[in-house]
């Protein structure tokens, strides 16, 4: 029984080998992938699955992890630093924050706001709901793509000015 099911699994990689990557892609949405998120450049996609599951480059993450020692924004200077944080409240991207909540985009590829489609204020919605919820998934990807939200640069950033500080410091 094993042997069979052994072969039937290489047959179905020989399959799948023989594809090209955009009909991986298609099988994905076919099965149930959301289909925003496997159309969206890969280091989008990348960074709203890791925002997703919680294990996004933001301080949150990095100070659970050990590699920072608190949990300051950034971006703002707001004592924490969390998915909530930067998706509803940071003062750096308050003008994206509206298009995601409020005002989605217009046109063919639009989308509704994030309010629209819960009908409820920004509020009283969990980002936990708001990524699980499919319709919202292209105002994340364009939220995302409109940011620097979990991206490498803004750690850097971050620890470049914080490198800066403790040399000016150590020389007093």
């Not at 020989?14 to 289909?35: F, M």
């Not at 990807?141 to 620097?148: E, G, H, Q």
């Not at 490498?152 to 971050?158: A, H, K, L, P, Y």
């Amino acid at each position: 029984m094993t042997e069979t099911k052994w072969e039937e699994s290489k047959k179905e990689i020989i399959k799948l080998g023989k594809k090209s990557k955009h009909s991986y892609r298609y099988d994905l949405v076919k099965r149930g992938g959301n289909s925003a998120v496997m159309e969206a450049k890969k280091t989008i996609a990348a960074r709203f699955y890791q925002l997703k599951s919680g294990h996004a480059l933001i301080a949150k993450y990095l100070l659970w992890i050990g590699k920072r020692r608190d949990m300051k924004c950034w971006w703002c200077g707001h004592e924490y630093q969390t998915r909530d944080h930067l998706f509803k409240w940071c003062k750096r991207w308050k003008r994206e924050q509206k298009r995601l909540w409020v005002d989605g985009q217009e046109g063919e590829d639009g989308y509704e706001g994030v309010e629209k489609v819960f009908k409820k204020p920004k509020i009283s919605l969990p980002m936990s709901r708001v990524f699980a919820e499919e319709k919202c998934s292209q105002a994340l990807m364009d939220f995302l793509s409109c940011t620097d939200v979990s991206r490498i640069s803004g750690v850097v950033e971050e620890a470049e000015n914080s490198d800066h500080e403790e040399s000016s410091d150590g020389g007093v």
